[in-house]
């Protein structure tokens, strides 16, 4: 079945430029997602897989440990996005107090990546349910230190920003304006704990992960 648009584009003005930027449709998508025999068999081998690496982990001695390089790895990537250059090896190195061969600003930045990944983790283990509220926590942990903590750290963005080039025209993608971001993630919310969709907790999870 081909599916309409998933949003919609608005025009808006930003640095002198206009642009448009995207607003996507609340979720969950209208109409109702169709689980072809092909997303079923893919959604099987995730699951599949999903099972491995469960059982894998109960044979190992030390989960924790794994679990430590695992969220270092994460945050080391993540923050590449950014444009940091920190590498594993250049964060391992700035937790023993050692020196990283890249500037200091650039491992702080992953470290805040490191602790807003525990601290979202730590919250979820202790019931704390999936929600605006925990991403404005988590958030404002990853803004504590270093680059970005004078940018309101635990709030929503009140500017607009892009993705990839520059506003003039080459932008890979403009994300909603600033006065829409806040309905936004509520929908987001909502779509995560409403109980009555026949959605499968993977893709809505994927889905929750994309809107993010």
């Known amino acids: 079945m081909k599916r309409a648009r998933t949003g919609q584009y608005v025009a808006i003005s930003t640095v002198g430029k206009k642009v448009k930027a995207f607003i996507p449709d609340a979720l969950p998508p209208v109409p109702a997602l169709e689980i072809s025999p092909n997303l079923q068999e893919s959604i099987d081998r995730a699951l599949l897989a999903l099972g491995r690496l469960d059982s894998i ?8 440990l794994f679990l430590y390089m695992y ?3 994460e945050a ?3 923050s590449q996005i950014e444009g940091t250059q920190s590498s594993l090896s250049d964060l391992l190195l700035f937790e023993i107090d050692a020196a990283p061969g890249v500037p200091l600003d650039d491992v702080q930045e992953v470290s805040n990546y490191v602790a807003a990944m525990n601290h979202g983790l730590k919250r979820i283990r202790e019931g704390f349910p999936v929600s605006v509220r925990l991403i404005k926590e988590i958030h404002n942990v990853l803004l504590s230190r270093g680059r970005g903590s004078n940018k309101e750290p635990g709030q929503f963005r ?10 003039s025209g ?8 600033p006065g829409e971001v806040a309905q936004c993630m509520s929908d987001l919310e909502k779509f995560v704990h409403d109980k009555p969709q026949k959605i499968p907790t993977l893709i809505k999870s994927l889905s929750s992960i994309a809107l993010n």
Do not use: A
């Open 57 to 64: 982990s109960i044979l190992l001695p030390d989960m924790s």
């Open 71 to 73: 969220i270092r790895k």
């Open 76 to 78: 080391v990537l993540s």
């Open 158 to 167: 009140k500017s607009q920003n892009w993705l990839g080039g520059t506003i």
């Open 170 to 177: 080459n932008t890979v993608f403009v994300p909603p304006p």
